[in-house]
């Protein structure tokens, strides 16, 4: 199974995938010039490596044309250093050679040592005089590049009402420019328009990784309408349309595929756990190791009894929806029970009410199955506050008061850890901590007699009830847990480990898969 | 039935919870939503559960004259005091702006309090690092030193000492710092990660399930 | 001799805690200062807020209460200050019901403007509150940055706010609005549209639950500021890249002023923390050294 495991969940993560955005060499553009009543064309790529102002001997850049995709290219001219850069990234040249009406294509090449000779190839572009914007306007020096392939689509793996948008980003929009404004979404209904502004967005990518933007428009989307969408950017005044995209609907899903390796390693663990359980329950012998800190309880409790003094009981300052809460409140029952049966006083102070509510139940419970329910009352779980260190100082000037013989700080804990047990440790009281907040484990361990560290809080339960179905659980999250998902682990850290020296994509591929989503 | 009720809503709500999260589509979609709105409320009420019983409690203390009374004196003022000044001489929404009565009450009382305790912080820190690390054992030196490499590294002082001690670069008291941190640390503290999520998926099994009911006052 | 080491072992903690007191509160008196050098998980936080571009969008999540100000503080100061001088956005909110009012006291404490208020078309503006002067930029309320207050819920609000922030916060803090009605919010729906999540925080909810929700889920970058206690917690997150950058206490608060050219409270605890911690590691081999010889003798006295 150990070995087949890896194998399904590496299919499973193959179904969840994204068409990637494509990044030739160059990454050449052409376009009519905005604005430009002869219809000339602009040309804009990605600058080589090495080539800034001050490559001076960088080789020049040339042009090539044709007017079809297979036909002969001509040579039409060359950019080398001393001519105009749009950015620091990126070059522009602008063909005013043109026929209306013609189409073209272009690709450019440069001769460096090793580098990328040729680029990829863009058309065709038509000449067309008529896309005049504003005859009168003075053409800008630089002109303002779209986003480029821009994708939309259902949004996967939600409840409708959303459709997500990619593009690649536009050459202008270059890191830290004070130029480029961003850009405007336009979405619309019908693909002739009109089209609406619906969003606008900062510049730069945001998935940095595949280089893309990512936006996902969430503004009354209804499921089942075609929509269409565009986006402009913004550069200096100038704006530039992308593509449309579309027709797009958005749905619901029935199943989210991202989680699909989650839903498996749960079904495994879930299934081992419950496998367990029904082992147990027919009666066959499970082995659970000795946990100090629980052994403790009853002696400690006896040693309050022998002193006539309280036994004080901090089941963490969490609320109820904190499992170790829950967890805390467990071991709460025993030691209720023990100071039932040796008639030694109790004192819960909780910091949340649900606690103190919950906490009452299970010490009433505890004394009425211990056969003393006279000596309960309600005042002995009490609520102090809800603020972290009012709880402390609260909880401090109790302890230093009352000196009580044993406490146990069971439950999730904060800075207030250490607060707490050194107060406790000064009085000498004999002390036992459980958490599963590895930050203040130190703390306990330093000061407390005993500390259960993380799954032994959770493990206490079944510990202290012996009840088989709860050891089951246990044997059940040792064998589903441990074991399967530390060798598949290590499966996959070898795994990686080999491939980063080689395929560096199959290792980004590996964490990818157990990321949740 | 007392005890079956809250069996079967713990198991409801639990297995509801876990399908939510692998299934988008409605009317799972907005379920978390929506019930993470009623946790809102219910938790909201419950602040009152709390308070009345603290004031119940401190109350009675004052009024029997019970041991240390004085102190549940101070928290039966403190309550109603914040409590008054805030509901009725504070601006009403704008409470929380600058120069309001609770804004002041904030600033000048809480805030101390609340700092002054975690800055004790500090103190038991110094106490119980002298307790707690001396070579006992094997275990406890390895503790020892990199509490000192640590304390050292993570200040100036670090820096200084390892040019007293003429150390490499590498070796300098702020680099062994950055590497007990990252991989010794961040490797322990995994794994005790690890442990716990495993605990409390096993222990959220058990109670969606209903083997575990001592949280509601069973064995 | 060995009478003066069995005391010695046994100390009275009160001498520790005077100690202690001097060693933090003399430097702070004296002025001192001691260098600083910037540790890589603070500089990874600063490299990811210098990659945002102008104008970004960010979610400053306050998950603290004075208990923990003077840590975090400062680090909430130098990052507004930071975000203020880099023109971005800035939206608080808090899974604490303190967090957005030191948010406020952290408005007033770096505002640089002399003057009480202004009058700007009729309307009282009240510098700290509704205009922050930073140097020669001025940012307003509503306009520029927003305080949309305290939610209930713990990590449930990160996940309603990955739906919707509207769900998890209708309305500002300062004027109870609909958060619809402020030009700073546009363009902002969900989580996810924001850019960055500068998260302080002191304990739960906090630094794992925004890891959890924000960056598993909805695929926000989170940095954050953590106090001393709580920061070997997350250091797993920031191995595993979940985590874009962690300021770890004072001295991750003294590191984060220094490179964002804004040195301050950190900058000047950091020589107390310095002397106390110097005290600590002499207190623990003044320890050792009568744990030794005491032990040594007892067991001479055994045999």
Redesign the interface.
Known sequence: MIIVLPVIIWLVHQRAGNPSISYPPYDLTAMITPGDSTGSITLNWQTLSGDDETAVSFPDYRIYRSNSAEGTFEKIDSVGFSDFRATPATRQYRDTAVDPGSSYYYKISCNTDGGLDESNLFGPVISNASEVIDTSAVLADIIVFPASQLRAFDSP????SSITLEWKISPNDV??S?MFG?YSVYRSTDPDGPFEMI??????VTDNDRQVKIM?D??EVEDGIEYYYYVEARWNGQTAKSNVAGPVKSG?????TA?AVS?LL?SI??GT?LYY?SYAKSGKELFIRKIAGLEAVDEAVGRATEMGRKVFYIPGI??M???QT??G??IL?RVAKLTAEYDTKLDVPVS???V???AR??V???YL?AGRPDYYND?MV?????????Y??GVD?LVI?QKPATIFYQG?F???S??L??TG??IGAIQIAGT??????P?F???CDYTL???E???A?AYL?R?P??LG??K??DIG??LV?LTMATIFIVLATIFSFTNTEFVDTI?RMF??? | MKREIPLILTAVVGLTFVIQFFVPHEPMGNLSNTLSKWYSIISAFAIWLGSLNLLKISIEKVSKRKKDWMFSAVTIASFFLILIIGLFFSGGRQYIEQGSGFDWLYRNMYSPLSATMFALLAFFVASAAYRAFRARNAQATVLLVAAFIIMAGRTPFGEWISNMLFLPEGWWLGNLTNVIMNYFNVAGQRAIMIGISLGVISTSLRIILGIERSHLGGE | MQNFMQKLLNIDRRIIFVVIFFALSVPIFLNMSFPIVVTSEVQMLYDALEKLPRGSKVLVACDYDPGSEPELQPMAEAGLKYMIKRDFKFIIIGLWPQGPLQANRAFEDINESEDPFMVDNGDTLYFGADLIVVGSDTVRYGIDFINLGFQVGQELVIQRMGASIEAAFPNDRRFGRPYKEFPVMDGINKLSDFAFIFNLSAGYPGTTEWVQFAVDRFHVPVGAGNTAVQAPLVYPYLDAGQLSGLLGGMRGGAEFEKLVGHEARATLAMASQTIAHIFVMFFIIVGNVAFFVTRGKSKEGNA
């Open positions: 793996n939600d409840n409708g890191f830290g004070l961003g969003a606008e967005t900062t510049a730069g996902a969430g503004r619901q899903q029935w199943f989210h989680r839903f749960l663990l879930v756990i359980i969490q609320d929806n904190n499992m829950i967890a409140l467990t029952g949340r009410s649900l103190m509510v919950a139940e299970i009433k419970e505890a199955n005042d009490y609520y102090l506050t809800d603020d972290q260190f009012g402390a100082a000037g008061r999730a904060f800075a207030e250490l607060i047990a050194e440790n000064s599963a907040m590895p930050a203040q484990l703390f361990v330093a000061a560290i993380g799954e809080l959770f493990a339960s009830s009840e179905k709860l659980s246990l059940g999250q847990g441990k998902f964490a990321s949740v989503h």
